[in-house]
Nanobody, 127 residues
Framework: QVQLVESGGGSVQAGGSLGLSCGAP????????MGWFRQAPGKERELVAS????????WYTDSVKGRFTISRDNAQNALYLQMNDLKPEDTAVYYC????????????????????WGQGTQVTVSS
C-alpha cells in the first residue's frame, strides 16, 4: 500500500479555517479512492469526506457539508481538505486514507474499503 503522510493540523478558534494536506512520498495516489477520517477522544473514527480517482465525485458527512471541501491533485500525489467555519466539535485527529478501486467513479464510504492510512494530524478548535 502507498505510504501517506498528513500535514497542516493545528489550533484555531471557532469560525476559523484550516487546510490539511496528505502526501504520498515515493508513491502514487492515482489508483486510490481517497478519504479523510477523524477520531475524537472517546468516539469512533468517522469518515469526513471521500473523493473518487478523477475528482468527479465526492461525499461528505452531513455535519461538514458546506464547510469542508475535499480535493486531490494526482499529478502532485496530494490530497487536501479545506475546513472553513470550524466548530469545537470538529476537534479530532484527522487521517487521510486510500482504497484501491477499479472503477473511476467509485467513492468509498466505509473504513473497511481503505487499506492505506496516514499517521494522523491533530485539529483543535476552541470556542
Amino acid at each position: 500500500q502507498v505510504q501517506l503522510v498528513e500535514s497542516g493540523g493545528g489550533s484555531v478558534q471557532a469560525g476559523g479555517s484550516l487546510g490539511l494536506s496528505c502526501g504520498a512520498p515515493g508513491g502514487s495516489i492515482m489508483i486510490y479512492v481517497m478519504g479523510w477520517f477523524r477520531q475524537a477522544p472517546g468516539k469512533e473514527r468517522e469518515l469526513v469526506a471521500s473523493i473518487n480517482k478523477r475528482s468527479t465525485s465526492t461525499w461528505y458527512t452531513d455535519s461538514v457539508k458546506g464547510r469542508f471541501t475535499i480535493s486531490r491533485d494526482n499529478a502532485q500525489n496530494a490530497l487536501y481538505l479545506q475546513m472553513n467555519d470550524l466548530k469545537p466539535e470538529d476537534t479530532a485527529v484527522y487521517y487521510c486514507a486510500g482504497g484501491r478501486a477499479f472503477y473511476h467513479d467509485t467513492v468509498y464510504t466505509h473504513s473497511r474499503n481503505y487499506a492505506a492510512w496516514g499517521q494522523g494530524t491533530q485539529v483543535t478548535v476552541s470556542s
